[in-house]
T-cell receptor
Framework: KNEVEQSPQNLTAQEGEFITINCSYSVGISALHWLQQHPGGGIVSLFMLSSGKKKHGRLIATINIQEKHSSLHITASHPRDSAVYICAVSTGGGADGLTFGKGTHLIIQP | DTEVTQTPKHLVMGMTNKKSLKCEQH?????MYWYKQKAKKPPELMFVYSYEKLSINESVPSRFSPECPNSSLLNLHLHALQPEDSALYLCASSQMNGNSPLHFGNGTRLTVT
């Protein structure tokens, strides 16, 4: 069983819809990361969470440590939000890299 | 624009070639990472350097040889690669504590012929 599970794997929605991507993890973590990867490769860090909720523009990320669950929400979705969204966790106190989920491929249609 | 710069963006090499991938950051980060990503898969950790010393090697074949000449630079030397090594190679950097976000480069897309 993968230590980080994401759902859904694929999501197609219409412009303007509210989007939710879910992430569950089975290990102890020091932080949870939400990342965005556009076609062509580069990965951008959207959020890093160890508790509670963070908001940046139209993006909101929440985490429930007790339930080992996090969600990424996109409000008023736009075609430029189309990308792969990856949940990842860091498990150590130092630089030990990230454990990644398999990603959610999001397509927002105009 | 990413703060982690990777060169080249694309590389095609034969199985007998020797080439190097380069990564540079000037954010003062003392942890640097190499990841390999195959199509439609998440990145896989290859190497971690902490304070310019190799701290994690995820059982990577010796045909991949990392080097960290100083705190801003990270290289990945390639020799006698196989076609299955074709992938996107991503460099990242972070501060040393476990609660620091990773900053990724745009990657080098490698094709081994």
């Amino acid at each position: 069983k993968n230590e980080v599970e994401q759902s859904p794997q694929n999501l197609t929605a219409q412009e303007g819809e509210f989007i939710t991507i879910n992430c569950s993890y089975s290990v102890g973590i020091s932080a949870l990361h939400w990342l965005q990867q556009h076609p062509g490769g580069g990965i951008v860090s959207l959020f890093m969470l160890s508790s509670g909720k963070k908001k940046h523009g139209r993006l909101i990320a929440t985490i429930n440590i007790q339930e080992k669950h996090s969600s990424l929400h996109i409000t008023a979705s736009h075609p430029r939000d189309s990308a792969v969204y990856i949940c990842a966790v860091s498990t150590g106190g130092g630089a030990d890299g990230l454990t990644f989920g398999k990603g959610t491929h999001l397509i927002i249609q105009p | 624009d990413t703060e982690v710069t990777q060169t080249p963006k694309h590389l095609v090499m034969g199985m007998t070639n020797k080439k190097s991938l380069k990564c540079e950051q000037h954010m003062g980060h003392r942890a640097m990472y190499w990841y390999k990503q195959k199509a439609k898969k998440p990145p896989e950790l290859m190497f971690v350097y902490s304070y310019e010393k190799l701290s994690i090697n995820e059982s990577v074949p010796s045909r991949f040889s990392p080097e960290c000449p100083n705190s801003s630079l990270l290289n990945l030397h390639l020799h006698a690669l196989q076609p299955e090594d074709s992938a996107l190679y991503l460099c990242a950097s972070s501060q040393m504590n476990g609660n620091s976000p990773l900053h990724f480069g745009n990657g080098t897309r490698l094709t081994v012929t």
